[in-house]
């Protein structure tokens, strides 16, 4: 009878860890959000959840404008970094000379500190000094930088990401690729098909669960951490022009000190979060059911 | 696969070609950059790679900046974090992997979904909660921290990589005479010693990566390299070669250690999104 | 020297009964078989027998002891796998050498009882590689070693031989029995292999969703089966099985043929059985023959598979290979003596 309660004995710790992490965290978040908590204003507080739903989503478009922006940059970086990985995974899945000599380099991007990503594209983008700039110095453009840029600003955001990411893309792809059986190939070669004809019609339809599961994790981590980079190429800015809500609530929070607004945008995240979450499980659960 | 034709090949090769410069030419524009001087920096793109290197950017940040023990922070933190996650982690997938009980794939499921949740959601209460226990600013609170994310993906890869061991093998120990936790010490975890390295190295990555936590909680103690990056960085921009030296320091030994450790990476990448 | 004591075994897994009341006493020395389909619970037990499992309810006896709350390493068995089970991380010697080296034995004691099992194996050239680098039928012979290497008081075997190639496999039957019989070690053997059991096993038990269908020596569940799924389970090609009514001292086949059953039977439907290989194929028509129509002849090379009817009622035959097959004008006898009768309702043998 013991032996029915050893699973609970491997997991009690890490459960016991996980619920003070997550649990308490979780409570609080719904504490400042209710509350009117301002870190240089201790003396307000008090009950004030309506009010504070109020001025975050109905009295200003700050929310809705930064959930538009975070919108465009994932649907944006998720869709390049799924084409370019794609097509690169397909080049690596052919067997050529010196693959796995250079492989390594395509996926160093995804080890790199994204902080430092974001400094390296900054500079890149520099109007004076920026290997960039220099090229369009060339062509007679003087002292121009993307980031500088409201309409702009996104663009040179996307190309980081896409760089650093990417290879996180090619390696699942790739991946995929490999793990699939090579009898429905020869099959389709023997009936005829052109190597076009193969990709569409036998590789995609077959790749399909491993594409799901990979975009929705791309997508999940770029709508969560698209800070870092953002955090240190622009700021949220010019203006809010690059502000996600992962920024905003920051910002709301540390910036100008309103713990309770950033805690609603960040509870925002938390419930689109889950939802997608709750899609990725079924994926993953439908493919362990296959 | 079937044989390809010339022109696929030239595509393949140019495409491979562009992309593998695109990849390359930002990290080595961070590498020469921290070997020039202030001035260099502006001398234009003929200049980009050809100029004569110098270490005085190392040598300024180690003088002016406390690199040395951010450094060692980050290193404390990331490895603190790693070995505890490590420890509990690894016994909790033996619970999810090798029991069969009533909501266990739902258990799995939440410690998955952790992983995942935004961290600002969790990084705003963190910063309170701290404030009062007097964890700001301090390695342990870090660590505690870097576990939101490290002990759900510990579970999360070794619960797979138990799985794929046969629990026959766990058997035949305890039927040579063995008991049930000589079993797992003797058989299962020297059988395992790849895939714990290979989650380990993840856990060592993502912890001396990571920003958001660190920018949040740490000030000056236990702040770790990758917040001291943007301070670097002045509104005029000039300390650029001085950022660059700074930058290095920080993904050098990632970049190397990745290198080194490759074989298990792969690996573990893949593992973790195709299960068979 | 050890019996194996089963008794009164239940096992449930949450609400599903898996296993309602199971006994069976292996004697000292002797080998029985577990024998059934996948799914009918034969594993289970034998794993509960290892410890590796716990039981609902029962009890275990090993050498008249009871062990049931003992775990696996108090219980002095040993256990060959379906896949071997081998520890990958270590070498041969040391797979060996481990049951030992948990009670602490000497390294020289060690040695000398790995040279003498490695020898008993002829594996003594496989001591220092390790699993991976060997063959199917090399890994199961040190998982055999490794079982004989504490000279346990009781054998239990898990589908041991399921994952070789049939040449193998029929080279390493002979191996273990002879082994067995050699060490006089008392043996539990699981297997879903008919032939598996009716060579190796002093007795077999059949077992069905958890039931014992019949216990008994080989050769007795071959020409006794006790019931319809034991008739049907043993033998290849299998049993032949027709749905027959009773009148008086005959059974009438479907086309309305009577057929001297030789004995009284009870009236109404019954399930008459004859074994392909007792039936007699010729063209003469004798006093009990019955026309028999051939529809397909599969040629094994010791002997041909004869497919084809009695008006209407299938029915199989083996035929000797160096004799030539009649044509058109075919009749086959039932040989009274070896036909069974099963009650159609409970499939119990009449």
């Known amino acids: 009878m013991l032996r029915r309660l050893r699973p609970l004995l491997f997991l009690s710790p890490t459960l016991l860890i996980l619920l003070s992490i997550t649990l308490f965290p979780l409570v609080y978040s719904l504490y400042l959000a209710s509350h009117t908590v301002i870190l240089t204003n201790p003396m307000l507080s008090g009950w004030s959840l309506t009010d504070n739903l109020r001025e975050v989503f109905i009295e200003s478009p700050e929310y809705w404008e930064s959930m538009l922006t975070t919108l465009i940059l994932v649907v944006a970086v998720v869709t390049l970094e799924f084409v370019l990985g794609l097509m690169l995974a397909y080049f690596f899945f052919s067997n050529f000379r010196g693959r796995n000599l250079i492989f390594p380099f395509f996926l160093m991007p995804m080890m790199l500190t994204p902080v430092v990503v974001g400094t390296i594209w900054r500079f890149l983008f520099n109007g004076e000094f920026g290997l960039i700039a220099g090229l369009l110095k060339a062509v007679g453009v003087e002292n121009y930088s993307i980031l500088n840029q409201p309409s702009t600003a996104l663009v040179g955001i996307v190309i980081a990401d896409v760089w650093q990411w990417t290879p996180f893309m090619l390696l699942l792809l790739l991946a995929g690729m490999r793990a699939l059986p090579r009898s429905p190939f020869e099959a389709a070669q023997v009936d005829g098909a052109n190597a076009f004809q193969i990709f569409r019609d036998i590789m995609l339809p077959m790749m399909k669960p491993i594409i799901i599961i990979a975009v929705l994790m791309r997508t999940i981590d770029a709508f969560n951490r698209m800070f870092d980079i953002i955090y240190i190429m622009t700021n949220g800015g010019p203006g809010r022009a690059s502000e996600t809500l992962a920024v905003m609530a920051f910002r709301q929070s540390f910036e100008y000190f309103f713990m309770h607004q950033g805690a609603i945008v960040a509870l925002s995240m938390l419930v689109i979060i889950t939802i997608m979450v709750k899609i990725l499980n079924r994926f993953i659960a439908g493919r362990k059911g296959a | 696969m079937s044989p390809k034709s010339r022109l696929y090949w030239i595509v393949c090769y140019g495409i491979l070609a562009l992309y593998g410069a695109f990849t390359l030419l930002p990290i080595l524009y961070l590498a020469v950059s921290s070997f020039k001087t202030q001035q260099q920096i502006y001398d234009g793109i003929a200049a980009t790679f050809w100029f004569t290197p110098t270490l005085d950017s190392y040598r300024f940040i180690f003088e002016t900046k406390p690199i040395l023990q951010m450094l060692t922070n980050t290193l404390i933190v990331s490895v603190g974090s790693t070995v505890f996650s490590l420890f509990f982690g690894t016994i909790a997938a033996y619970g999810l992997a090798r029991y069969n009980f009533r909501g266990r794939d739902d258990l799995a499921f939440y410690i998955l979904s952790i992983r995942m949740f935004p961290p600002i959601v969790a990084a705003l209460p963190i910063f309170m909660i701290f404030n009062g226990l007097n964890l700001l600013d301090t390695k342990t609170g870090l660590i505690i921290a870097y576990t939101t994310f490290n002990l759900p993906f510990v579970v999360w890869m070794m619960t797979g990589f138990i799985k794929a061991v046969p629990v026959q093998l766990e058997e035949a120990a305890m039927v040579d005479g063995q008991s049930h936790l000589g079993a797992i010490w003797d058989i299962l975890v020297p059988v395992l010693r790849p895939s714990i390295f290979a989650v380990a190295i993840f856990c060592i990555i993502f912890s001396w990566n990571e920003f958001l936590f660190a920018l949040i909680l740490t000030k000056s103690q236990a702040k770790t390299l990758p917040v001291a990056i943007p301070e670097f960085i002045t509104w005029t921009e000039v300390g650029w070669n001085y950022v660059a030296a700074a930058g290095m320091v920080l993904v050098a030994p990632v970049l190397v250690f990745s290198f080194l450790a490759q074989r298990y990476m792969v690996r573990g990448m893949s593992m973790g999104a195709i299960k068979d | ?350």
């Open chain 3, 1 to 350: 020297m050890a019996s194996i004591e089963v008794k009164n075994l239940k096992k449930k897994f949450g609400e599903v009964k898996v296993i309602e009341d199971f006994s069976l006493t292996v004697k000292d020395r002797e080998f029985i078989s577990l024998l059934g389909p996948s799914g009918c619970g034969k594993s289970t037990i034998l794993r509960i027998v290892a410890g590796l499992e716990e039981l609902t309810s029962g009890n275990i006896l090993i050498g008249g002891k009871v062990v049931t709350p003992l775990e696996p390493k108090d219980r002095d068995i040993a256990m060959v796998f379906q896949n071997y089970a081998l520890y990958p991380h270590k070498t041969i010697f040391e797979n060996l050498a481990y049951g030992l080296r948990i009670r602490k034995k000497s390294e020289t004691e060690i040695t000398a009882r790995v040279k003498e099992v490695a020898s008993l194996l002829q594996i003594e050239q496989l001591l220092e590689r390790r699993p991976a680098q060997l063959s199917g039928g090399q890994q199961q012979r040190v998982a055999m070693g490794r079982a004989i290497m504490r000279e346990p008081q009781a054998f239990l075997f898990d589908e041991p031989l399921s994952n070789l190639d049939a040449k193998l496999r029929n080279h390493m039957r002979v191996e273990i029995r002879q082994l067995q019989q050699r060490l006089g070690i008392t043996t539990l053997y699981v297997t879903h292999d008919q032939v598996e059991a009716m060579t190796m096993s002093d007795r077999i038990v059949v077992l069905n969703q958890g039931d014992i269908e019949q216990i008994g020596r080989p050769l007795e569940i071959y020409e006794k089966p006790a019931s319809l799924f034991v008739a049907n389970f043993i033998g290849s090609p299998a049993m032949n099985l027709i749905k027959v009514k009773t009148d008086a001292g005959n059974v009438v086949l479907p086309s309305g043929s009577p057929v001297a059953a030789g004995r009284t039977l009870p009236s109404g439907e019954i399930t008459l059985g004859i074994r392909p290989e007792r039936i007699k194929l010729s063209g003469n028509k004798g006093a009990q023959s019955l026309p028999y129509r051939i529809t397909l002849v599969e040629e094994l090379g010791s002997q041909k598979i004869v497919h084809g009817n009695i008006e209407g009622t299938d029915l199989t035959v083996v035929f000797p290979e160096d004799t030539a097959l009649p044509g058109e004008a075919a009749f086959v006898d039932l040989p009274l003596n070896y036909l069974h009768f099963f009650d159609a309702r409970s499939g119990k043998r009449l």
